[in-house]
Nanobody, 114 residues
Framework: QVQLVESGGGLVQPGGSLRLSCAASGSIFSFNRMGWYRQAPGEERELVAA??????NYADSVRGRFTISRDIPKNTVYLQMNSLKPEDTAVYSC?????????WGQGTLVTVSS
């Protein structure tokens, strides 16, 4: 059973930056795909960014501002978020797929407000 723990959320002013981390309980080397999703109040969950062994992809709303990366020795996936906007406010969750199942973290709240 894979466990994912997110951290790094919090309150930030518009234009600010945050880095989210997602630490896995085991090696992430075998994961086919890892991603960050977010869900704002009253909204459906949406994909923010994903990374595979060969590429990355981003939602149009965050492309150029957010960067997803992974550190395999540390079993951690990151989401660097720059130029944050109030509409980025949401609970951000990490997901990993090993080709069989999706695993989810508990989420971390990001609030962008002045």
């Amino acid at each position: 059973q894979v466990q994912l723990v997110e951290s790094g959320g919090g309150l930030v002013q518009p234009g600010g930056s945050l880095r989210l981390s997602c630490a896995a309980s085991g090696s992430i080397f075998s994961f086919n795909r890892m991603g960050w999703y977010r869900q704002a109040p009253g909204e459906e969950r949406e994909l923010v960014a994903a990374i595979t062994r060969s590429d990355t992809n981003y939602a149009d709303s965050v492309r150029g501002r957010f960067t997803i990366s992974r550190d395999i020795p540390k079993n951690t996936v990151y989401l660097q978020m720059n130029s944050l906007k109030p509409e980025d406010t949401a609970v951000y969750s990490c997901m990993c797929n090993n080709g069989i199942s999706n695993y989810w973290g508990q989420g971390t709240l990001v609030t962008v407000s002045s």
